[in-house]
Nanobody, 123 residues
Framework: QVQLVESGGGWVQPGGSLRLSCTAS????????MGWFRQAPGKEREFVAA????????YYADSVKGRFTLSRDNAKTTEYLQMNSLKSEDTAVYYC????????????????WGQGTQVTVSS
């Protein structure tokens, strides 16, 4: 059974930075894409970023492009989301996702989801 464990969430002031991590276990993970979605109170879950299995291709939502950087370490089956210049509108629960195949922006494309980690940006 695939398990995803997120860490790194918390509270930060506007303009600050946080780094989220997600470690996958319970599978072979060869040829799998990883990514992040988020859900703010009262809003639908939305795509944040995704990375291809080899780390060569990354995809970002327009709202985070230029501020967030997604990377992965396949030896550790871990991905990292570096979030800089955080805004209050980035406040949400962030979910790590994994799928076998190409990276996707679609929620329905991902079979495996983490439990989520809270990110709060406020002064």
């Amino acid at each position: 059974q695939v398990q995803l464990v997120e860490s790194g969430g918390g509270w930060v002031q506007p303009g600050g930075s946080l780094r989220l991590s997600c470690t996958a276990s319970g599978g072979t993970f060869s040829g799998y894409a990883m990514g992040w979605f988020r859900q703010a109170p009262g809003k639908e879950r939305e795509f944040v970023a995704a990375v291809s299995w080899d780390g060569r291709n990354t995809y970002y939502a327009d709202s985070v492009k230029g501020r967030f950087t997604l990377s992965r370490d396949n030896a550790k089956t871990t991905e990292y989301l570096q979030m800089n210049s955080l805004k209050s509108e980035d406040t949400a629960v962030y979910y790590c996702v994994v799928r076998y195949g190409a990276a996707s922006r679609a929620t329905a494309a991902y079979k495996y989801w983490g439990q989520g980690t809270q990110v709060t940006v406020s002064s």
